[in-house]
């Protein structure tokens, strides 16, 4: 199993991302502590995990809160041991589809405070306890829309900032054993719904129709015409955080089939 005797901590977990990445990590074996902010659907999703033959802890945790997430990694330490693996997949409040001259100014910002202060919070913290040990991973993951990317809002520069983080992080924890690396995944087909769609971006209508030339407009998109699914994703992000990957760090692996990087 690529991650036997990990202790893995998922912040963002209730989420569909979130929630598949656990699944990946527990069948692979790993320890995973599920966090987020509302409690039901961690629950539930530490049941299926059990169900399935793994292991499983939820906890209610505020990933832009540093008190509940110094509390929670110390609890985790204490219990386990170690934190092997850092994940952050927190929803920032994105939104797209206004120009950037139309955009409310708190619509703007909002994901680049959002994601930047918890990618900072959680990357520090799960820092602080792996260079004790010489040994650790942390993984990010954004929409790799830094580049160029119009009528995306704040996504672009939160991206900018998240991939910037990890980059300079993945230099001043490398000499201690630790790594810092992302993925970049925008536009996966079970993430998204009708209402997701509109609620993010104003100007789609939620209603079939329109939500299926999303998708095949995002299939049209991509280098190799098609999108990247979720059990990929997970995939990706379980080998990243092995140690098959220990010479791997400081760059973000592509996954949206738009973006050279």
Do not use: C
């Not at 929409?143 to 809002?153: L, V």
């Not at 983080?165 to 992302?182: D, Q, S, T, Y």
């Not at 995939?235 to 955080?241: G, V």
Request: proline share 3%; charged share 20%.
């Amino acid at each position: 199993m690529l991650l036997e005797n990990k202790n893995i901590v998922i912040y963002g977990a209730g989420g569909k991302v979130g929630g598949a990445v656990a699944l990946a990590f527990a069948l692979e074996g790993a320890k995973v502590f599920l966090t987020g902010r509302t409690r039901e659907p961690l629950d539930r999703l530490a049941a299926e995990i059990t169900a399935s033959g793994g292991w499983a802890r939820a906890a209610v945790v505020d990933a832009l809160d540093e008190q509940s997430v110094d509390e929670h990694a110390r609890a985790m330490v204490s219990e386990a041991g170690s934190i092997d693996v850092s994940f952050n997949l927190i929803s920032r409040g994105d939104v797209q589809g206004v120009p950037l001259v139309d955009m409310k100014t708190s619509d703007f910002t909002r994901a680049i405070t959002t994601g930047t202060t918890a990618n900072f919070i959680t990357a520090r913290t799960a820092a602080r306890h792996m260079i004790a040990r010489g040994s650790g991973v942390i993984l990010a993951l954004d929409s790799g829309s830094a580049y160029g990317s119009p009528m995306m809002g704040g996504t672009g520069p939160a991206d900018a900032a998240t991939d910037t983080l990890i980059r300079n992080l993945a230099v001043e924890v490398g000499p201690h054993g630790v790594r810092a690396l992302g993925l970049w995944a925008a536009g996966i087909p079970e993430t998204l719904s009708p209402e997701r769609l509109a609620a993010v971006n104003g100007t789609i209508r939620a209603d079939a129709a329109s939500f299926q030339a999303v998708l095949d407009r995002l299939d049209e998109m991509r280098m190799l015409r098609r999108s990247p699914r979720l059990v990929e994703i997970a995939a990706m992000a379980a080998f990243l955080a092995s140690d098959r990957a220990a010479g791997i760090t400081g760059t973000f692996v592509n996954l949206t089939g738009m973006f050279p990087s």
